[in-house]
């Protein structure tokens, strides 16, 4: 069961930061345990197995059933990050780059905005109690010691990575429409005044575009993380019954 609980903090959102000391992550997953113990217990009968080989290898089973939630929780905001790195590329930003505490990598300004938010939005709406509930609900769906690997898993892990994709382009969308847009307005203006500097004119005018659009897109943004999240949620019960044993 720890290693179960340990994996969600490996690299589920919030959980997994690394600007949570890795003491305190320790100790919530042995509080996960404990909590969780006498319920899963009661509803699961095992036996350890007697070879060492084998008990190492259901410890990396369980860890991997744990990091598997963490891991399509991650993916939605993968899609958060790929479209500010998108929005920051289009307003000319791309070599602005900013520590990010969460992950210990240099990330785009934009992507770092649109990522500190949807974590807070991700905290508001409770959506580390969903996760915790996915925890629990594995107990259920997948007993100690009975992972099934199904045809369907590695397509299930695929169409959850693809939505890293598609996810962001949706999101970048309006920025990079709306600098589009400036583009073919700048590229008409050079042609009918050749004698006017594009360049020094351009670039301000797409920074200035594309923080009015983020303005203008942000509630907007808001209210997508709502079909975000609810998607990452369903995504992982599909990938947890994927690799749950058959009735």
Known sequence: MLMRSSGIFLLSPFFGSLNVPM???ALTAVTFTFVLF???VKENFFE???AVIMFFAVILQEMFIGWLIGFVSFVSFAAVNL????MDMQVGFAIVNV???TSGQQVPLIGSFLYNLAILIFLITNGHHMIIAALAESFKLIPFFGVHWSDTFLNIIVD???VIFTTGMKIAMPVTFAILLTNVGLGILARTMPQMN??????PMHIMIGIFMLSFVVPFYVMFLDVVFNAMYGNISIAL????PTP
């Open 23 to 25: 003491r305190f992550r």
């Open 38 to 40: 006498p319920v899963v």
């Open 48 to 50: 350890l197995p007697s």
């Open 83 to 86: 479209a500010g790195k998108v």
């Open 99 to 101: 520590m990010d505490p």
């Open 160 to 162: 959850v990575t693809t």
């Open 198 to 203: 594009i360049f020094v004119v351009g670039i």
């Open 241 to 244: 019954k994927a690799i749950a």
